[in-house]
């Protein structure tokens, strides 16, 4: 497994948040779903991130690894993001949500779907962080609050919050890989 692809934190837990590094190599016009009505949004090329969570509502026993294999799909016969085969190997058996081997197609539903769904997006790193608590919130107000990320649309991707935005454009993966690093151990002392 590349191990510049994942960051974890945390003890195996199968519930928790994590952050999608993505990179998408053209520029996209692109409707996220019923988002701002169904509104075309033009995507610039470039680097995002986008911050989720997977506490599970008890029907998943392993919702962590299931959210994460599910966001590396696409919908109907499109080939899966690259990295999915690596997550799958990360969280076996936990991410085999269907017979192993078999590739999962997922129906759009969350914003983020929509822009994973698109063949020039590709997921390149995943921090996951593997705790009961719910730090998402925490995240996407820490990270928001930094010089070199920006909102593609006020609140795209978090529509069941008020005042937060899930899916952000960012100006270095790598500088913002290292402050998340420091800043993730924080949260979860």
């Given at each position: 497994?590349?191990?510049?692809q994942?960051?974890?934190f ?58 994460l ?7 109907g016969n499109n ?42 997006t ?7 962080v ?19 990320v ?32 420091n ?7």
């Amino acid at each position: 497994m590349p191990p510049d692809q994942f960051t974890i934190f945390g003890d195996n837990y199968p519930r928790g948040s994590y952050i999608l590094f993505l990179k998408v190599s053209k520029p996209i016009r692109l409707s996220f779903g019923k988002f701002q009505g169904g509104r075309l949004l033009d995507v610039p090329k470039g680097e995002y991130l986008y911050i989720g969570s997977a506490l599970g509502s008890g029907k998943a026993d392993k919702p962590l690894a299931q959210r994460l294999v599910r966001h590396a799909s696409r919908s109907g016969n499109n080939k899966p993001q690259p990295i999915q085969k690596t997550l799958r190997l990360l969280f076996e058996p936990e991410a085999s949500c269907k017979k192993a081997g078999t590739t999962l197609h997922k129906k759009m539903h969350w914003h983020i779907d929509y822009l994973l769904d698109c063949p020039e997006t590709e997921i390149t790193h995943i921090v996951v962080v593997q705790s009961p608590l719910r730090l998402e919130p925490l995240l996407c107000n820490f990270i928001s609050s930094l010089d070199t990320v920006e909102p593609l649309a006020k609140r795209l991707g978090a529509q069941d919050t008020k005042n937060s935005t899930h899916l952000l454009k960012i100006a270095d993966s790598e500088q913002l890989l290292l402050i998340i690093k420091n800043k993730i151990p924080e949260l979860i002392a």
